[in-house]
């Protein structure tokens, strides 16, 4: 025990809320250990836990290295850590607040201001805003404008890659694409330096780059550690997981929580095989499993352990929930996006009824388009909302060219019209193709509806991002065209504009988001919106496994309520999605809430797991029924007051 871990006292109360897993967990010995923590299992309890061990067993809190997901997880961890060692002679508040708590680009910044390595220059940190700024100052965009350079140059970064390698990347692949994007990627960093300023990056690719070529500095930094303790380590990418190899080149410990069935940002360069692969990437290691379920009914645990464990490439872990609540799932199947919007407004005015507040409900979808519907059917009805993941309907930039060329269109002089499309070659290209593309002669609807067809076609950015670009153009040439002439339509958007500012909502508040807005937080009743076919798993995404994660992380965001949501029409036909069924599977008759047969039979299990990796699972009775049934024929829940879809966009 080094001189500074004997001088810490302990703290005064040494009691620690954990179960036998957790403390285990909590006091191994091994010189790298893994928490395997599903959801609601104590992962950050337990890594609590950790910190007070170490304390109490005479490690100073400033050799104590703590990195969680997020700046406000980082937050949060801090302050309850701080409540606990609240009693330690010596330990005030704001003392504790200097300690080594943060994330990993976080704790680099710290190490790289208060110890630079010899050849650091001095630097501000750019966020993205002023990284965007310096951008548009030097005209650093892609040729290709839907590819976004701050992700661009990120993805260099996260692979340890600076300019020269990723030209010669490049060069070695004798791609034009990739040619272009590091020639960009040079400027920008040239531009950056000769403002002085990093972007979060740089910080843990300057930190990398100095420990590897500096041995004096490696040893000098990494001897500031005695343990290193890593939330989320799911999450972590090439350029973390070589900080922390050289952090712990002077022997620190290495003590990791997370959940390979929670790995969601494959697009951030986070890379799963880390901590699929721990044991056999670290000296002396040694797994910890948490198996026990303190947030979920029993359930919503079965019914999700029983969709996750269709995954091939995962660790094999098992979920025993402390409720016995068989509080059944609902499967809604709805006509179209319109009566789904109408049926998730019943459920949350329907629980708020029972006394549940706003800010225990949550909506969540895949695609940022499921819920622009849902968005404004809520505020409309005087709903208080919170939105992540998405900004508010009218503003999103395919909404507001789409709106702005309509009512451009029917008046030239439409200032307001002329303000929504903004300025740039997108906008320059849709001005120019409109006349050619655009019969102005049709009525009302068509015309909107060509409208949408030609912004989609005309703007649409590569891949999943193209996808909901789409269909957020659909969907404003919707509402469109559903009003009776360009006065209904600008009265439309006025009213519902006003009815979004008034439903935003920092406190009590019914939360819509994307799921991957949503990991790591929690609700009492959780709907699940758009569980199709080709949104869940999106037919973008070529990794079926990582989709089936989605799935499972929106599921597990519920304590009591879990509401599953299928339309049987989004601009086209659609059938629910598979993992409707695999999740199915794993329930009793009486844990499901079906709204009739059709939908029993539409989500009906696949006959066999293996099957559950493929692209398209056989499902011949959805197939029969649809080929009898025709497009939306078989859906009994319908809108409210009767009627039919209005004809939609087609792919």
């Not at 002085?196 to 780059?209: H, R």
């Not at 990418?237 to 002077?250: G, P, V």
């Not at 339509?489 to 500012?501: A, K, P």
């Amino acid at each position: 025990m080094s001189a500074s871990q004997a001088a810490t006292p302990n703290p005064a109360n040494t009691e620690s809320p954990l179960d036998p897993e957790q403390r285990v967990a909590a006091e191994a010995q091994a010189d790298s250990v893994l928490v395997l923590a599903g959801p609601g299992t104590g992962k950050t309890t337990t890594l609590v836990g950790r910190y007070l061990y170490l304390l109490e067993r005479g490690t100073a809190p400033a050799r104590l290295f703590v990195s969680t997901f997020t700046a406000r997880a980082a937050e949060e961890m801090r302050n309850r850590i701080g409540v606990r060692v609240g009693g330690m002679e010596g330990m005030d508040f704001e003392r504790f607040r200097r300690m080594p708590i943060g994330t990993l680009h976080g704790m680099a910044a710290r190490l790289l201001l208060k110890t630079p390595p010899p050849d650091c220059p001095r630097f501000q940190i750019f966020d993205d805003h002023a990284c965007n700024r310096v951008i548009a100052r030097q005209r650093l965009y892609l040729s290709d404008d839907a590819r976004k350079p701050m992700d661009v140059f990120g993805a260099y970064k996260d692979r340890l890659m600076d300019p020269a390698a990723a030209l010669a990347e490049a060069k070695a692949k004798d791609d034009p694409e990739l040619l272009e994007a590091a020639e960009k990627y040079a400027l920008f960093q040239k531009a950056l330096a000769a403002e002085g300023g990093f972007d979060f990056g740089d910080l843990i690719m300057t930190l990398v780059t100095a420990l590897e070529n500096d041995p004096a500095y490696r040893d000098r930094v990494a001897g500031f550690f005695d343990h290193l303790l890593i939330d989320e380590y799911q999450d972590i990418n090439l350029a973390q997981e070589r900080m922390l190899r050289l952090l712990r080149s002077q022997g620190a410990h290495l003590w990791a929580v997370g959940d390979d069935d929670q790995c969601l940002y494959a697009w951030r360069s986070a890379d799963p095989a880390y901590i699929l692969e721990f044991e056999g990437a670290w000296p002396a290691a040694e797994l910890h499993r948490l198996s026990r379920n303190y947030r979920s009914t029993a359930t919503i645990v079965q019914a999700a352990a029983a969709l996750i464990g269709r995954n091939t490439r995962r660790h094999a872990k098992s979920q025993v929930p402390n409720s016995a609540s068989r509080l059944a799932v609902t499967v809604a199947g709805l006509e179209d996006d319109l009566a789904e919007a109408a049926y998730v407004l019943r459920v949350v005015k329907g629980l708020a009824g029972r006394g549940m507040p706003w800010r225990e409900m949550a909506v969540l979808y895949r695609a940022g388009h499921v819920g622009s519907r849902i968005q404004i059917a809520l505020a409309e009805a005087g709903v208080p909302v919170t939105v992540r993941g998405a900004g508010e309907f009218w503003q999103l930039n395919p909404v507001r060219l789409t709106a702005g060329l309509i009512r451009l269109l029917h008046d030239g002089h439409d200032m307001d019209a002329r303000a929504m499309l903004g300025h740039g070659k997108r906008v320059d290209k849709l001005l120019e193709q409109a006349p050619d593309k655009i019969d102005m002669d049709v009525p009302w609807p068509a015309l909107c509806r060509q409208v949408g067809r030609l912004v989609s076609a005309t703007a649409r950015p590569p891949g999943e991002e193209g996808l909901q670009w789409r269909d957020l153009c659909f969907t404003a040439s919707d509402l469109a065209a559903e009003c009776e002439g360009v006065a209904g339509f600008v009265r439309l958007m006025e009213e519902q504009r006003r009815s979004l500012r008034n439903a935003e909502a920092g406190g009590d508040a019914v939360v819509l988001s994307t799921i991957h807005g949503a990991k790591g937080l929690e609700w009492s009743a959780v709907v699940v919106a758009g569980c199709e076919e080709d949104l869940m798993p999106h037919e973008a995404s070529a990794d079926l496994e990582e989709e089936r994660r989605l799935m499972y992380v929106a599921a597990t965001r519920a304590k009591r309520w879990l509401v599953l949501c299928f339309a049987g029409e989004r601009r086209k036909a659609a059938r629910p999605s598979p993992y409707i069924a695999e999740m199915l599977a794993g329930l009793d008759t009486d844990q499901i809430r079906f709204h009739d047969d059709t939908q029993r039979r539409l989500t009906a299990p696949p006959p066999k797991p293996a099957a559950a990796s493929a692209r398209k699972p056989s499902w011949d009775k959805v197939e029969e029924r649809a080929s009898k049934g025709g497009k939306g024929g078989f859906w009994k829940v319908k809108r409210p007051g009767g009627g039919t879809a209005t004809p939609r966009h087609k792919k």
